[in-house]
């Protein structure tokens, strides 16, 4: 079942067709109202009619995080405030966060496309969607909400956290899908489980989880664990949010909504183009959005683009479950942290070194972050509880940062291993455990 067939259907000439037209458009759009983009076109000797097709997309600048983060807050928007109806934002590479812009049109696109999101989950006006992401700045609560509301379905805004109201709710309410992120969903399995709550007492049918990585394991185990079917889908507030791309009913891939996106893979030390097939990092050009249309945005995300035709019917290219990230951006319960916020928040701390080591750990279902931070060789405790202190303080700056806790452990100077080329600050041991 699709939720716009046509769209979703149309064939592939016709898809590239129109990707030639409103990138040609979005050019041009971005060069009048964006000086960034006006700059770097021109320092690259390029004007908007050189631009015919998504041929030339290649010639095209990149656009990277750290552009964002240059302009902040408004810069690369498109659209005059008085057009800009929401913002969202996630977490930069520093204290500020990384924003997003978007008109009245650009919502109700999203809210199409998360509704043909939804639809791939088997959502339908009679489903009843327990949006679990967390509503706020964050894409994940309200993308998922407007999608679901466009389906025409029951939807109750819970938001994240308090586990057992969820499961009361989930088999008061009779909600038949679940949207979180895959971790807060087995958190939430596992909660049944204990709890010894019948599946058979529950309706959910369907869960429409993303927002971090997680692997073919985590699925079996979360199908497992709540008797659905488990649909990845993929997305980044400075795209747009959750429904970039989503997977259908075959769950073998996440299909892109090329109408309104081009994805290409490029190598990430080259910047060359790679062909379908190859993996490599994916960027995307927006082509209807008016708030804050990217050029090739560098998403740091490794995955593959698969064109061969779907069972499901629907034309639009699949990527593939993402396989890693290029930089050192790290997800923990859903949450993007960067080491460098850590720096950041460590600065000007009195007693505090900046050095520091990022230990994520998965327990039980949930990650958990330990920050390892050292101590000033010149500080001199005159009691624990001068220590305990600075630790709380050092706790206070970092979780304000990130957003998440940490546990922090103050660590005696010169006991954190330093690198011999690029400094690792963060020690990942969950990889291998599904
Ligand atoms: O995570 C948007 C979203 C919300 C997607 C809810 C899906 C569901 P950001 O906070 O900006 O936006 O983080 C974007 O999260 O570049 C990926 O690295 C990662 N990510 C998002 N979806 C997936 C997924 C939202 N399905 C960053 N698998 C992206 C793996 C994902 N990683």
Same mark, same amino acid.
């Given at each position: 079942?699709?939720? &716009? ?35 770097? #076109?021109?320092? #690259? ?13 290649? *010639? ?109 709710? #989930? ?53 497992? @664990? ?140 949930? &990650? ?6 050292? #101590? ?25 940062? @990130? ?18 080329? *690029? ?12």
């Amino acid at each position: 079942m699709y939720w &716009d067939p046509s769209n979703e259907t149309m064939p592939r000439e016709k898809i590239l067709a129109m990707q030639d037209e409103r990138l040609v458009d979005t050019v041009k759009r971005v060069y009048q109202n964006v000086p960034f983009y006006r700059h770097k #076109m021109q320092e #690259m000797g390029l004007r908007p009619s050189d631009i015919k097709g998504v041929r030339d997309l290649h *010639k095209l600048p990149f656009t990277n995080k750290t552009d964002l983060r240059d302009n902040y807050p408004f810069g690369l928007f498109a659209a005059p405030t008085e057009q800009i109806a929401r913002i969202h934002a996630s977490s930069g590479t520093t204290g500020k966060p990384t924003v997003a812009g978007y008109t009245a049109r650009d919502l109700d696109n999203w809210s199409e496309m998360m509704a043909r999101a939804l639809t791939c989950a088997g959502v339908t006006k009679s489903s009843i969607v327990q949006v679990s992401y967390g509503y706020g700045l964050f894409t994940g609560g309200l993308g998922a909400h407007m999608g679901a509301e466009r389906v025409g379905a029951t939807v109750i805004p819970m938001s994240g956290g308090n586990t057992k109201r969820q499961i009361m709710l #989930m088999e008061d309410f009779g909600a038949t899908t679940l949207c979180c992120t895959p971790t807060y969903a087995i958190v939430l399995g596992e909660a049944i489980r204990a709890a010894g709550i019948d599946l058979s007492r529950l309706k959910l049918r369907s869960g429409v989880f993303g927002a971090e990585p997680w692997t073919e394991g985590m699925r079996a185990h979360v199908q497992g @664990l709540l008797n659905i079917h488990a649909h990845d889908v993929y997305g980044l507030s400075e795209v747009m949010g959750p429904g970039v791309s989503i997977e259908c009913e075959e769950l073998a891939g996440m299909h892109v909504w090329e109408d309104h996106f081009i994805p290409e893979i490029i190598d990430p030390d080259t910047l060359e183009q790679l062909p379908h097939g190859t993996r490599g990092e994916i960027c995307f050009t927006t082509i209807t959005k008016e708030g804050m249309p990217l050029i090739r945005y560098r998403t740091h995300d490794l995955t593959v683009l698969d064109d061969t035709p779907c069972p499901c019917g629907r034309t639009h290219i699949r990527m593939k479950k993402l396989t890693g990230r290029t930089d050192d951006m790290l997800i923990i319960r859903g949450v993007n942290v960067f080491p460098s916020q850590v720096e950041t928040a460590l600065t000007g701390i009195d007693g505090i070194d900046p050095q520091y080591l990022l230990i994520v750990d998965l327990v039980g279902s949930l &990650d958990t972050l330990a920050i390892e931070v050292e #101590m000033s060789p010149t500080l001199a405790f005159d009691s624990v509880r001068s220590i305990e202190a600075l630790r709380k303080k050092v706790d206070s700056a970092v979780s304000s940062m @990130l957003g998440i806790s940490a546990e922090i452990k103050l660590m005696p100077f010169g006991s954190i291993p330093r690198g011999e080329g *690029k400094t690792v600050r963060t020690k990942d041991l969950r990889q291998n455990i599904h």
